[in-house]
């Protein structure tokens, strides 16, 4: 009795046998369609857009596609009144400052009789004019730098005259800026032991206008004080305590000339240059030279 009862209660919680689900439901889902769409994104994305202005930049600053911002969405009339409204506005200003400078042109510039220039003066004026014109055309032509780039005071050359010897008291200075003259020298190596102060680099600042110069320092601190003349280009060697002065002197010297090469100071290997250096170490100031050319 208890197995008939339970089989007659599951038969009546199931009513619907599996032949309605094979037949009759297939037919009931093609007559309502019910179709399901989902997207997935960061954010929700409106599909009508608003028309207010503030929901537009708002949504425009975020980062909302289809939305600009309220500058991009004036009108061409507005547009074109802004513009006319800016031009006027920079044309005001430019009047008012063309003003003001012919008023004070007008403090220094001569006039009725006193502007009226006297012919010799003219002719001085026009006869300058014509030469620097015509100097300036020769230099363009011959120039060995950008027409944009002044030559350097070194490569123009010097004349020794006896003005200059006069300028040069030291018998050791007078000897190398003639010895730069007749060796036609573009550069000057100087080795700077650390005993020797920034002072005595002052009396080489005299020769800046016909030779390059690369100083060879052992202290940062000189380096530091060197670099304030704005005359030397320093590079900062390190001096080992083992060695002799001599072989000292010889890789300075080596490493001197490497790195004027990669500054582009000593173009051709060729050309004569002077080295001047501490005769021996400990000394206080460099009271030797010598004109060395690399064979």
Known sequence: MDSEHEGTGKVADNPVDSAFFDTLWPLILNENPCRLESESAEYFVPRQTFDQLHWHSMLSQVGYPGYETPQDLLCCGAAKRQAESEEEAERAQNKAAELQTAAALGDYEKGGSQG???????????????????????????????????????????????????????????????????????????????EICVEDFKRWVKFRPYVQMLVLVRCPRVERHLQLLNVFQTMVVEENALNTWHQELQSSLRTGLKEAQSRDLFRNCADAFVFIFSRYRGICTCDTYKILRIM
């Open 116 to 194: 009226i220039r006297r012919v010799n003066k003219e002719v001085q004026h026009l006869r300058r004019q014509r030469e620097r014109r015509q100097k300036l055309a020769y230099d363009f032509a011959n120039r060995k730098y950008p027409w944009t780039v002044q030559t350097p005071s070194h490569e123009l050359g010097f004349v020794l005259t006896p003005e200059l010897r006069a300028a040069f008291s030291c018998p050791m200075e007078r000897e190398i800026l003639e010895a730069i003259y007749h060796y036609n020298c573009r550069l000057m190596l100087i080795d700077a032991s650390t």
